[in-house]
């Protein structure tokens, strides 16, 4: 049981291994607009949207265009998402007669989906009609998924591109990443989640008398239960591959109709990872040198390696409050042992950690198991892997970038400590760009801390955490960390359906989605005009062990330096008051 | 009326992003003319097969 669990690790890691140069090479040839597989089928439909939509395949947008265009879809997005939530009832595919949605809520759901955050202030089977799910959330799955991926594709060009001022088509890239990569990809995985058992149908909820309830007919109890209906299986892709996390079930992969068994289980978190890693690989494909993606991938799978075997042995290991009691945690022959409170019996301590932390390093967010059950350190982790940035690997497209703008902070300092200009791949960097960079990497940590001190000052916002001292502290800090970092992940003790939940973790996405794309397409814009210097033997490697540490190191050190005080309040110091009797 | 103010709230921040962009901009400063002017012209695609 022990060894079937930790099993589940080891596949992910093998099928990472051996899906990112098979999708990152393919994603190169998506992004150069050269010759690419599926051609013959892409291209014609690719030629009908760019007409429908009025598109020119040959215009170039300089940075502002593109991300003024990304905003562009985005606010329109917003806006029919809310008024499709506000009207549901009086729309078809509604056959639980649904009521609309509140005006907070609806206000919320719609920034959330749209941003690519899916945090659910809601039960989705009981609030949101089937129409609302396909026509709302997974319409916005693929589009927020491709502006990703977008930003992803401009801001390379941006390190490629020389004495120019433009970066690439945004909505060439958006069809593309649609059409060529996240619909051949969901169709294929949503016929195999619909062979595993997955659900997907238009069933209205059904109410059943359980197999208990008729066993004690004598005695005249009852027992009923409502077996939900729905298109899952069309869905739990696009959540998956997009980074999206927002499930049909408010339970989200916990749900069985959603992950029927381990093996979708290992299936859908290597699916959240698949595309995160393979762009560094396009990434090295399109600057010619995959140095500088083995750089990027190793950082990354490093960090995101570490953080899936601790949470793993913290878990698998137990929780000493448990124990107290006398649960057993120790591993049998039908248990897998560990702290198994909060989390699902099949997957097991490791499988919960697993997803857990794959869910938390990109920015999917799904969960298939209680966090706020884990030991503090054990969700202490996932909650530092958000804080990262987002960016071991980060989200489709999103990772990439995030993990670039580390390199070029990278690249600066050490420049400077060993008394050489500071370039990367030729392009000097200079004060203009590191301002960037700066206001990059502060945004989030100024977002994060506001709203979660305000939350825990105001009583009314404190009164919706279930808990109180250092756990409502990480309570708190996790459900706004999650809404900026356009995560999703929920720590499960926030009963967030308030009017003040609702607005400011809809506001913390918001800016957290837009206060970061612009200053990252706004240093690619920068990147592009540059002209290119020749790399001689005094300049500043990139691509070394050396850089590829100092570049980890940096990673953790920034988050160390902006979260820090605010990990030691929560789950550190409970932590150590739990275990250690401070 | 609840929806009027998510409304104008959804306004007000899509405002703000576009100051945001706005302000970065104004921090790189403008193009240099002969790189607007290329821009302009449908820009070259100068993008170098390796570094």
Request: hydrophobic share 50%; proline share 5%; glycine share 10%.
């Amino acid at each position: 049981m022990v060894a079937a669990s930790w099993a589940q690790i080891v596949v992910v890691f093998a099928l990472l291994v051996i899906s990112t140069p098979i999708l990152g090479n393919y994603l190169a040839k998506v992004y150069r607009n050269e010759e690419a597989p599926g051609d013959r089928v892409f291209l014609p439909v690719e030629r009908l949207v760019y007409r429908l939509l009025r598109i020119d395949p040959q215009g170039e947008q300089r940075w502002t265009a593109f991300v003024g265009s990304a905003m562009a879809l985005t606010f329109v997005g917003v806006l029919l998402n809310y008024l499709l939530f506000r009207i549901q009832h009086l729309l078809p595919g509604n056959p639980d007669h649904l009521p609309g949605v509140s005006p907070a809520l609806a206000f919320n759901t719609a920034v959330s989906f749209v941003t690519n955050t899916d945090w659910q202030n809601y039960t989705g089977e009981s609030t949101l009609s089937q129409f609302s799910q396909m026509f709302a959330l997974v319409v916005h799955q693929f589009l927020s998924a491709a502006i990703g991926m977008a930003l992803a594709a401009a801001f390379i060009r941006g390190v490629i591109r020389t004495r120019t001022t433009t970066l690439g088509n945004f909505w060439v890239d958006i069809v593309r990443s649609i059409v060529r990569v996240l619909v051949p990809l969901s169709f294929v995985f949503a016929i195999v989640l619909l062979a595993a058992g997955v659900i997907d149908n238009f069933h209205a909820t059904r109410v059943v008398a359980t197999i208990s309830s008729m066993s004690s007919s004598a005695t005249g109890a009852t027992a009923q239960q409502s077996i939900p209906g729905g298109p899952v299986a069309s869905m739990v892709p696009i959540e998956m591959i997009g980074d999206n996390g927002g499930g049909y079930f408010g339970a989200n992969m916990a749900h069985p109709f959603q992950n029927p068994n381990p093996v979708i289980n290992v299936l859908t978190i290597w699916l959240a990872a698949s595309i995160p890693f393979a762009f560094p690989w396009a990434y090295g494909r399109l600057v010619g040198s995959m140095r500088q993606a083995t750089v990027l991938i190793v950082a990354m799978a490093t960090l995101y390696a570490v953080s899936v075997v601790v949470v793993a042995a913290l878990e698998a290991h137990g929780n000493s409050h448990l124990a107290q009691f006398g649960i057993a945690q120790y591993p049998t022959g039908t248990n897998p042992g560990g702290n198994l409170e909060g989390k699902d019996l099949r997957l097991g301590a490791t499988g919960s950690a697993l997803n857990a932390v794959t869910m938390t390093s990109t920015s999917t967010g799904g969960v298939n198991s209680a966090v706020e059950s884990y030991t503090p350190l054990g969700g202490g982790l996932p909650l530092s892997d958000m804080m990262l940035g987002e960016v071991i690997p980060g989200g489709t497209g999103t990772g990439l970038y995030g993990m670039l703008i580390f390199v070029l902070i990278t690249a600066f300092i050490t420049g400077l400590m060993v008394g050489r200009t500071p370039m990367y791949l030729g392009k000097r960097l200079l004060a203009g760009d590191m301002t960037l960079a700066a206001i990059y990497i502060l945004v989030l940590p100024i977002t994060v801390l506001s709203f979660a001190g305000v939350s825990l000052l105001l009583p009314s916002a404190a009164h919706q955490i279930s808990t109180t001292g250092p756990h409502a502290v990480t309570e708190a800090v996790y459900a706004y960390t999650s809404a900026a970092h356009n995560n999703g992940s929920a720590f499960a003790g926030l009963a967030g359906n308030t009017l003040w939940y609702n607005s400011t973790l809809a506001l913390a996405m918001w800016i957290g989605r837009f206060f970061e794309i612009v200053p990252a397409l706004a240093l690619a814009g920068s990147l592009a005009r540059k002209r290119t210097y020749t790399v001689t033997a005094g300049t500043l490697r990139t691509d070394t062990p050396l850089f590829t540490a100092v570049l980890a190191a940096i990673v953790v050190i920034l988050v160390g330096l902006t979260y820090f005080p605010v990990l030691a309040m929560g789950p550190l110091a409970e932590h150590f008051s739990g275990h250690f009797g401070v | 009326m609840l929806d009027v103010v998510f409304v104008a709230l959804l306004v007000g921040l899509a405002a703000l992003a576009v100051g945001f962009a706005v302000a970065c901009d104004r921090l790189l400063g403008p193009d240099e003319p002969v790189l607007a002017e290329a821009g302009r012209a449908g820009a070259p695609r100068t993008e170098r097969e390796s570094v």
